[in-house]
């Protein structure tokens, strides 16, 4: 109903993760494991790194809710925080695009959780409008301070969309081309024992 209309008037790209890719961190290497998707609307359908080797992206299939339909998706990463540093939190910036019926409603809304600990994201609600929709909202950790050792952190974002009648709400790089998904960890270095800010 929506694809021809839209599949070319809107840039794609989710970013989430990538296959063991380096990326640099105040000096430091984190260490990505493959993103895993899972849910009732969300394939991974094909994952690009950037030049820098510091922006992975994932692009997803199916991730798509219409005229009455909610549809959930899950990412998991694994991030390898490296000897000396500590995960303090994870920005999250979401990209998508909403085509909402006079009358009709739609939202999209996502929850975090990773590192014994679990937070709130996005809470978007729609009315009537088509346009792309940018959101932001961080997950923080802040982890152990003193004495971190190398450690395996898994991040996961759910995400829940829905759209009543003849609406739309998508994040989907395949059939519509609408769609952004960033995650930018931030770690910094840990403190000896007895120190102090």
């Known amino acids: 109903m929506f694809k021809k209309s839209i599949s070319t008037t809107i840039s794609c790209l989710v970013v989430a993760a990538a296959n063991f890719i380096p990326v640099t961190a105040q000096a430091q290497s ?110 923080l950790i802040r982890g152990k301070k003193s004495s971190c050792k190398r450690a395996k952190t898994d991040i996961a974002v759910k995400m829940i969309a829905f759209a009543s009648k003849d609406s739309q709400v998508a994040l989907d790089t395949v059939d519509l081309q609408a769609g952004k998904l960033v995650l930018d960890f931030e770690v910094l270095p840990c403190q000896p024992k007895g120190k102090k800010n």
């Open 30 to 139: 984190i260490t990505f494991s493959r993103a895993i998707t899972a849910g009732s609307g969300c394939r991974n359908n094909k994952q690009v790194i950037s030049p820098d080797g510091q922006t992975v992206s994932i692009l997803l299939d199916k991730f798509i809710a219409e005229n009455r339909k909610k549809v959930l998706c899950n990412v998991k990463i694994r991030a390898d925080i490296p000897d000396g540093f500590y995960l303090e939190k994870v920005d999250v910036t979401y990209q998508g695009f909403r085509d909402i019926k006079k009358g009709e409603t739609g939202f999209f809304q996502t929850t975090y959780s990773g590192a014994s600990k679990t937070g709130r994201g996005v809470d978007l609600k729609f009315r009537e409008g088509t346009d792309i929709f940018i959101a932001q909202a961080p997950f």
